[in-house]
């Protein structure tokens, strides 16, 4: 099981989170979404390039521009396309916990 205890945790307000969110990832850093109750998490994650994790509800090391533009359409929220790319660009990836809502950034 990976180690998420050092990371920053943002929960998702939208847009002014998907800001702080892309200054951390801008900067190569890590960061945890928590997301909110009603935000849909669901992915195809073959298609998304996901690893299973530990549990059926974790998915780790996804293909960061794929899997957010996909939760972006899912939920629309656009801001979360425009971390995708930033997430591309910085060479990070996206880990996936459904069970407790949270998309990790990280490289």
Not at 21 to 27: G, K, L, N, P
Not at 37 to 48: G, N, S, Y
Request: charged content about 25%; hydrophobic content about 40%.
């Amino acid at each position: 099981m990976r180690d998420y205890s050092n990371m920053p945790t943002l929960h998702w307000e939208g847009p002014i989170s998907a800001k702080k969110a892309i200054a951390q990832v801008h900067h190569a850093e890590p960061v945890i979404l928590q997301m909110p109750e009603d935000f849909v998490l669901a992915i195809d994650a073959p298609a998304c390039g996901c690893e299973a994790g530990d549990a059926a509800t974790h998915h780790i090391d996804c293909h960061a521009e794929n899997t957010l533009k996909t939760l972006a359409e899912e939920n629309n929220e656009p801001a979360l396309a425009e971390l995708a790319e930033i997430a591309h660009e910085a060479g990070q990836v996206v880990d996936i916990q459904t069970d407790t809502r949270r998309i990790i950034i990280h490289d």
